[in-house]
């Protein structure tokens, strides 16, 4: 995993419970401009298949004094139940004019990470 999708799940894991996190799609990232800009959609569990998905999207400074600089924004995109998610991917490729597919994030060490932070005094 990159520096910049860590970052991106450091910034998901201050705005909700890793527990509701049921999966992270990132984008592949584009580079432009002396950045990587990468797009990524988060799907949190509400209960009663119910999900609120939002959008993340990070950059990364590549080059001079912004070297390693990253900035990340989280917004919500939608809510329904669990079929909208595919959706409001397909939508956000499109908006985006993102290049290739979304690849499903392993969040097995993130979430057993903040399981030992919290059992951590």
């Given at each position: 995993?990159?520096?910049?999708?860590?970052?991106?799940?450091?910034?998901i894991?201050?705005?909700m419970?890793?527990?509701?996190?049921?999966?992270?799609?990132?984008?592949?990232?584009?580079?432009?401009?002396?950045?990587?800009?990468?797009?990524?959609?988060?799907?949190?569990?509400?209960g009663?298949?119910?999900?609120?998905?939002?959008r993340?999207?990070?950059?990364?400074g590549?080059?001079?004094?912004?070297?390693?600089?990253?900035?990340?924004?989280?917004?919500?995109?939608?809510?329904?139940?669990?079929?909208?998610?595919?959706?409001?991917?397909?939508?956000?490729?499109?908006?985006?004019?993102?290049?290739?597919?979304?690849e499903?994030?392993?969040?097995?060490?993130?979430?057993?990470?903040?399981?030992?932070r919290?059992?951590?005094?």
């Amino acid at each position: 995993m990159t520096d910049a999708l860590a970052k991106l799940l450091d910034v998901i894991a201050t705005a909700m419970p890793r527990e509701e996190v049921e999966a992270v799609w990132a984008f592949p990232p584009v580079r432009r401009e002396g950045r990587e800009h990468g797009v990524a959609v988060v799907s949190r569990l509400l209960g009663d298949d119910r999900r609120r998905v939002y959008r993340a999207r990070y950059a990364v400074g590549l080059g001079g004094a912004s070297r390693g600089a990253i900035t990340v924004e989280l917004e919500p995109a939608a809510e329904g139940p669990s079929d909208l998610v595919r959706s409001v991917i397909e939508g956000v490729r499109d908006r985006a004019d993102e290049a290739g597919d979304a690849e499903r994030l392993d969040l097995t060490a993130w979430k057993a990470t903040g399981d030992e932070r919290a059992a951590t005094p």
